[in-house]
């Protein structure tokens, strides 16, 4: 059967930035949500050249092995990311989280580097499907923090990795979706300041997903978000069923913490 999806992107400068450092495409094939590190603008270059590097995958021929492409693609991106730093003194340091999801077949392929985060709403429950690459969520991982204490940590926003010029380790993942399946891409604009249960009570009260991107941004702003907000809420239409939710990428069980 032909997986079919049917998505929206939205994004906000917040409350208290002047530009804004994410980037974000929704074809109908691949989503994609990058956060760009290192301050403006090298955040904003990082951010763009992930964005083009996985968006061509967008109109490429479906590849043999989904997972390898999406590595490669990102890969590429890294590379112009370094060169980029490297060129101009002024972008050193720069650099991007990413989370992408891309149709293969009649599945999904999952791709996930730094504090983005993926999400999936199936017959109403939530459930996270990447684990943060943070300091806090190591100290969680290790039961030295408790998810509740690490959302008011004070280091909450160091990452542990990112797409940045350097090595790093994409988690990469298969998912079998089922109809009626509704994905959320977001960057920590929207997961820092909106907790899990009303992301959920959203994804699941809006019927369309332009409605419910644009929600979601609207009450990340009413909580005083004063980063950058961008989400991605797109809708399994066609897919085969019987499958349960899968786990977090990089985990072993749903975990909630804020980077």
Partial sequence: MTLRLRSAAVSDLGLIRSNNEDAA??????????????GAPAGEVASEIVIGALRALEDAPEPDDPRRALRE??????RQI??????????????????ALMVAGDQLVLLHVGDSRGYLLREGALSRLTRDDTF?????DRGVLTAEDARDHPQRSIITQSVQGGDFAPA?????????????LCSDGLSDYVTDGSIAQAMELCQEPQPCAEYLVRLALRAGAPDNVTVIVCDVVTAPTGH???Q???STAARTSTS
């Fill in 136 to 140: 806090v969520q190591e100290l969680v």
């Fill in 172 to 184: 990469v993942g298969m998912i079998t979706p089922q109809t009626g399946d509704r994905y959320l």
């Fill in 244 to 246: 349960s939710p899968p």
């Fill in 25 to 38: 495409f929704a074809g109908q094939r691949i989503m994609v949500v990058a956060d760009g590190i290192g």
């Fill in 82 to 99: 370094g060169a980029a730093a490297e060129a101009d003194p002024a972008r050193q340091g720069m650099g991007t989280t990413v989370t």
């Fill in 248 to 250: 977090p990428l990089g």
């Fill in 73 to 78: 693609a990102l890969a590429e991106a890294n």
